[in-house]
T-cell receptor
Framework: KAGVTQTPRYLIKTRGQQVTLSCSPI?????VSWYQQTPGQGLQFLFEYFSETQRNKGNFPGRFSGRQFSNSRSEMNVSTLELGDSALYLC????WGQGSTYEQYFGPGTRLTVT | DQQVKQNSPSLSVQEGRISILNCDYTNSMFDYFLWYKKYPAEGPTFLISISSIKDKNEDGRFTVFLNKSAKHLSLHIVPSQPGDSAVYFC????????????FGKGTRLSVIA
């Protein structure tokens, strides 16, 4: 079974631009979560989508948004990029969602650098 | 306010010895805990989990201990191998509903040959 894939793997953008990242979950998984990882901050939860609906949202500004398609693929968008948005963005999929016994499977991440 | 804390950013251990990674939590609603391992340029991979109805869970060289009264858990790796060198994240969740996992900041383990 193919794992979680994320595209692109690396991205360099300029402050003020916007960016869209893509995530394809493991086949059959319906939940997709997004995380931001910065040095010294661990993994910070952005949002979770389940069956095309945002089910949970972390404490990030409205510049961060996402969506999920009927095939469970998900995209996240960051508008008006700031230098502080430079980070590794990780996508994780699971069968039913977070918590309980349903472990999440992570993709390799997209490394975003904002200059 | 950090609900899941990994107070040691890094740890060095000799090959063959025991590695002990610690994690503390503050939210008493947490009752399911997971450890993830992350290599550079890869996403985190699930390692081991424990539910609050247990105080120990073992999987090969990896054992997780949970002390609910102290709100503390630890991951023991015995014996440590150079391939275990990675960043280890502790995560916690209430076992009801679909509440997002809360991750610690990670501990970088270096196993020296």
């Amino acid at each position: 079974k193919a794992g979680v894939t994320q595209t692109p793997r690396y991205l360099i953008k300029t402050r003020g631009q916007q960016v869209t990242l893509s995530c394809s979950p493991i086949s059959g998984h319906r939940s997709v979560s997004w995380y931001q990882q910065t040095p010294g901050q661990g993994l910070q939860f952005l949002f979770e989508y389940f069956s095309e609906t945002q089910r949970n949202k972390g404490n990030f500004p409205g510049r961060f948004s996402g969506r999920q398609f009927s095939n469970s693929r998900s995209e996240m968008n960051v508008s008006t990029l700031e230098l502080g948005d430079s980070a590794l963005y990780l996508c994780a999929s699971s069968l039913w969602g977070q918590g309980s016994t349903y472990e999440q499977y992570f993709g390799p991440g997209t490394r975003l650098t904002v200059t | 306010d950090q609900q899941v804390k990994q107070n040691s950013p890094s740890l060095s251990v000799q090959e063959g010895r025991i590695s002990i990674l610690n994690c503390d939590y503050t939210n008493s609603m947490f009752d399911y805990f997971l450890w993830y391992k992350k290599y550079p340029a890869e996403g985190p991979t699930f390692l081991i989990s424990i539910s609050s109805i247990k105080d120990k869970n073992e999987d090969g060289r990896f054992t997780v201990f949970l002390n609910k009264s102290a709100k503390h858990l630890s991951l023991h790796i015995v014996p440590s191998q150079p391939g275990d060198s990675a960043v280890y994240f502790c995560a916690a969740s209430p076992n009801s509903g679909n509440t997002p996992l809360v991750f610690g900041k990670g501990t970088r383990l270096s196993v020296i040959a």
